[in-house]
């Protein structure tokens, strides 16, 4: 033991942009440079960052704290059509609209949160799905306001407007650069809170509430917070995404949405990473497009990929990675002696 | 007055009488012992005076002030601290950041998003001396599970201790622990004694006779003994008893 030097990974809690943060970054702001050349496109870059964006804020709940909320899509939605709502009925003015999705969703996410707050487990994820459907329900039978089943149309991508400048981003090459600002935005300040002493208070909550209650830290004030900042960061994304498909549907708060989302990130390995979200995400839309061109049953191969996981390997694809660097790293210091 | 007072504090979980009638008193700077056979009350007694069960009647005093209700964290946060029967632990952390969560100084950052935790080196420090306090010096970067039973038993009392109590309850802190390190803990007991009160439930009789200055004896949700360990050898009740034998 040589006194102070930090461990590793301490090292990288306290840096702001960590190694694997940087490698995203670069990688996402390089995809622009390549993707056609792949024969992919600009929208599946768009379209993972903006749910690696909502993954992240769900996993602020599910992989931080604990709480398994399986009704999270109802907040994604909310923000969408927040966004959308606010674009028609108030002003055309992105960081107005972006400020309504977010208040919209952290609100919906604090009333839920008020109420199941105090519980854990399988209670809570019940609730979860009870309040999802709340949400979704309303979203499809509230016509007037939501469209129902036909959506939300002619939402547009407002322009980004700096003061001194104005983007037009309603291209997708444009646009894709305004999702990845978000995204950075997003992953750097979600970083540093879970790294933070909040989020140190959060991942003892995971561990042991009880403990976490006897050495005086306020457990139910402190679930509420994460569940509510999650749900705000996830109609963030929601914003995004309403933006992206110009549009807002009440499918992405249904169950079945809300249950994607929880595969992507245990498929990444959310329980034990926190860039696991970002991977499950990656990986589902690169295996829809790419096994999906192959086969109209794409989703079977992927369901089959998640059962794979869960049976042989429950953390998932960043909890493989790390075992598979560390027998690495062992394997070198052995040659090297 | 006592620094801890229980006055008449009744349980009752549905039908079944947990706690009847009992009031103890805890003074600062000694070590008290509650003693009786399984079943008996006593966890559920450290329960209601810690918070996790709210007393159906009965007052519950921390230095003249009534705490009966008070939510678990609030009773932590006026300087009751404790450990737990079954081993309780943050297993997925490291030593130094289960001692760390316990600090009064983390427990006021609990809500700084903007800060790396890792880079609060006041935080640091304190978390390794209240590890060298229970002689994990060294430790502190393995991960709880890791560690061996004993040290683990010795972790939970740092974590207990590093929340800087005024008292401190224990709830059979030998159980599981072999001869030589229960020898280290009545010598950890006795190296704190006078800084703070001190709580003890155990089983281990020689341990609590030898460390008590004044013992409980609950039997039946009562107290139906109390005196010094001396005091107590004498009590017919107690030679009785099986407990009396290995005193």
Known sequence: MTGRTAPPADRDQARLFPPAMLAALVFFASVPLWIRGVGLYEYIGVEIMIWATYALAYNLTLGQTGLPSFGHGAYFGVGAYAFGLAQHGIAENLWLCLLVAVAAAALAGAAVAAFISHRRGIYFAFMTIAFGQVFWFVAVKWHSVTGGEDGLLKIRRLPVDLGVAAFDVSGNEAFYWLVFAAFALVATGLWRLVNSPFGRVLRAIKQNEARASFVGYDVWLYKFTAFTLSAGLSGFAGALFAQAQQSAFPDVMSLHWSGIVVMMVLVGGGLVSFWGPVVGVAVYFVSRDVIGAATTTWMLWFGLMFMALVLFQPEGIAGAWRHWLARARARLAAAGR | ?247
Not at chain 2, 128 to 153: F, N, P, Q, T
């Open chain 2, 1 to 247: 007055m006592a620094l801890f007072e229980a006055h008449r504090l009744h349980k009752r979980f549905g039908r079944r009488v947990v706690l009847e009638d009992i009031s103890l008193a805890f003074a600062d700077g000694r070590i008290s012992g509650i003693m009786g056979p399984n079943g008996a009350g006593k966890t559920t007694c450290f329960n209601v005076l810690t918070g996790r069960y709210a007393p159906d009647r009965g007052r519950v005093v921390l230095d003249g002030r009534d705490i009966a209700g008070k939510k678990p964290h609030e009773i932590a946060r006026l300087g009751v601290s404790r450990s737990f029967q079954m081993m309780n632990l943050f297993d997925e952390y490291t030593a130094r950041e289960n001692v760390a969560m316990a600090l009064p100084a983390m427990r006021g950052r609990g809500f700084q998003m903007a800060r790396a935790a890792a880079g609060i080196g006041e935080i640091r420090d304190a978390a390794d001396a209240a590890l060298e306090r229970v002689g994990l010096a060294g430790r502190g970067d393995a991960i709880a599970k890791a560690l061996s039973y004993g040290e683990r038993r010795a972790l939970e009392i740092g974590v207990a201790l590093a929340a800087a109590p005024r008292i401190l309850f224990l709830d059979e802190p030998t159980s599981g622990l072999g001869t030589e390190a229960t020898a280290r803990l009545a010598e950890l007991i006795r190296r704190l004694k006078g800084s703070l009160a001190m709580v003890l439930i155990e089983h281990d009789m020689r341990f609590l006779f030898e460390l008590a200055d004044e013992v409980s004896v609950i039997h039946w949700g009562q107290v139906i003994a109390r005196g010094t360990p001396d005091e107590l050898r004498r009590n017919p009740w107690v030679q009785r008893s099986n407990l009396g034998k290995l005193a």
